[in-house]
C-alpha cells in the first residue's frame, strides 16, 4: 500500500480509521469518538472519562405535548455500523440509529446517520450527520433546545485556548471550578477563582459565554497542548445548517477542555430559534461537514504558530466548500448547486436625493417567509453573504430549493424582503436587476440616538469590577463580555435614572448599554425609567410623527413608552412583554432584533421643552432587560 493510504480496521467493539498521520478509534456501534491518536500521544481526548463522553454527536429535545418540561439531553448512540467508501484515499463510516413507536419519549424522534471521513494525507477527519423526522402520524411532534458535537479533551495536555485573534489565553482546569477552588456567582455558568491552581488567575471569572461568538465569525476555534506542541482545531467552513443568521451567537471552547461545534441552540434568542417539528411532519437536515483538524510544531514554539496555521487550514476548508468527498447523496456538490448576484440599493429621500449604495449589506436566502422572518427560521438552509461598498453581492454555492432573498443593511433601519420566489435549480446562475430597499421613514429626521446596526456596542459600556474580570478581556473589542456589567447602572446612577438630552448628551458616553433594573437594598429589584429630554422650535398640532425604536435584545421586558407625563396608567405605547434572549446574562451586546413604529400625535407634544419617559418594568431578576440599538423620531412628512 502506498505510504499514507487510508486504513480501516474493525477490532470489535471498535472501529479503527488512520492514515498515517492520525488514528480515529470509534465506539462499535454507538459512533462515539473515544480516541484520537496524533504526534505521538495515545489519545488526545480526556482517558479518566468513560468513553462515551468524549467525543459525541448530542442533542436537547422535547416532545410537543407538554408531557414533559425542561429539556431531554441525549447523546447520539448508535445502533448499526456500515462501511461507505474504503479506498486508500479515503474511508467513510457511518453510524445509524433508527427511530420506531417503541422508543416513544425515550429517544428523540428521528433517524440519525453520524459520518465520519478520513482522507490520505489529511491532518484531520470530518465530520457530519444526517436528522430525518418522518412524515408519518406515528411520528410525534418534539423540538430540538440545541444539537451540537463535543470534544472533551486532556486536561494535562490542553490548558491555552484560542477562540479569535485577540481571545486566546491559557485557561482554567476544570478542578478551579470545584467548590473548593472557586466561588459561585448570579448564575451556574459563571464562577470567580478564589485559589485556582495556577495563582495568576486567582480572582478572575470563569464564564463560557464570554467566549461566545458570530455565526458569521466562527469558523475555526479550539486548544493548544505544550508537551508535545499541538493544536486541535474545530474548523466550520460554512454557516448553511445554523439557524438564526450571520449574527446568531453559538457558544464555542471553554473549560473542560471543551470544543464544540454547535448547530441549533436558543442561546441568545429563547424558544424561537428552538425548531419545532410537528407529527406527522417530515423534516430532513444535514449538519456539516466540520473538520477537526490537527497540527503541530517545534518544542518551544509559541502558541500563535498554531493558531497562525489553524486559521490558514480554515481558508483552505472554506474554499474548497461544498466538499466533492461526502458521499451521501443529501449533501450535494457544487455542480448540483446554483447561485443569485445582484446589487442592492437604498431610496431614502429624506437622507439623499439619488439611490445609495447598500455598502456592506448583510444579503441572504432562506426559506420563504415574511419580511424579517429569517431571523427566527431554524429548521432549512441559509446562505449569506455582504455586498462590497457599491452594494453587489453574490451568494454562491446555494442547495436547490425554494428561497425568498431577505437583506438588512448597518446604518438603515428594517429588513428588506424581494417579493419573488427565487428557486434554485442545479448548476444555475440567476441575475438580478438592481433590487431597491426604501427603509422605514414618514418625515424628516429630528433627533436620534445610536447607530441602525443590530447592535448595542456602540452606547456605553463600564469598565468591569475588579473582582469580576477576565484579563483577556482587558481593552477589548469585545469589552461587553466582562462579567457583571449589569451591576454598574445602579453605581452610576445611584439617586435617579438615566437622563439623556438632545444636543447635549453623547449616547458613546451617556446611554448605558442596556436598559436593566435596580438593585434594591433588600436584594429585590426595582423597574427603571429613562427620560430623552429634547427642544422643538415648532409643533404641528395637527401633524402625526413618528418615534423609530429599534431594540438589540429583550429579555423578559416591557418597554413602555409615555410624553410628557410620566404618571399615566395608559403609556402611548407598550411592547408588552417580549423576548428571552438572555444577553444581558450572557455578554452578548445583542439577541434578537425587535422594531416599533410608533405614531407620536402633535398633541402630545409641547413647542420648546419635552420629555419622552421609557420605562422597562419587569423586575423580578437582574437580568431583565432591553438593549437598544436605535432611536428615531421623525416630524410630519414634508409637503
Known sequence: MPPNGVRLFVQGNHVVIDNGILQVTLSNPDGIVTGIRYNGVD???????KEDNRGYWDIVWNALDGTKKGGTFEVFKATKFNVIVETEDQVEVSFSRPWDPSLLGKLAPINIDKRFVLLRGCSGFYTYAIYEHLGSEEWPGFSIGETRIAFKLRKDKFQYMAVDDNRQRWMPLPDDRLPRRSQPLAYGEAVRLINPINPELYGEVDDKYQYSCENNNLKVHGWISMAPPVGFWQITPSDEFRSGGPVKQNLTSHVGPTCLAVFLSGHYAGDDLCPKIGQGEYWKKVFGPVFIYLNSAMNGSHPRTLWDDAKNQMMIEVQSWPYSFPASEDFP???????????????????????????????????????????????DYQFWTRADEMGCFSINNIRPGDYNLYAWIPGFLGDYKNEALITISSGCHIIKEDLVYEPPRDGPTLWEIGIPDRSAAEFYIPDPNPEHVNRVLYNHTDRFRQYGLWEKYAELYPNGDLVYTIGESDYRKDWFFAHVTRRKEDGTHQGTTWQIKFKLDSVDQKGLYKLRVALAAAALAELQIRINDPNTNRPLFTTRLIGRDNAIARHGIHGLYWMYNVDVPGNRLLQGDNTMY??????????????????RLEGPPCL
Open 43 to 49: 489519545n488526545l481526548l480526556e482517558v479518566l472519562n
Open 333 to 379: 456538490s457544487s455542480d448540483k448547486r446554483g447561485s443569485v448576484s445582484g446589487r442592492l440599493l437604498v431610496k431614502d429621500s429624506y437622507m439623499s436625493s439619488d439611490l445609495i449604495p447598500a455598502t456592506g449589506a448583510y444579503v441572504g436566502l432562506a426559506r420563504p417567509g415574511d419580511v424579517g422572518s429569517w431571523q427566527r427560521e431554524c429548521k
Open 614 to 631: 421609557l420605562t422597562q418594568p419587569r423586575c423580578a431578576s437582574p437580568f431583565q432587560g432591553i438593549m437598544y440599538d436605535y432611536i
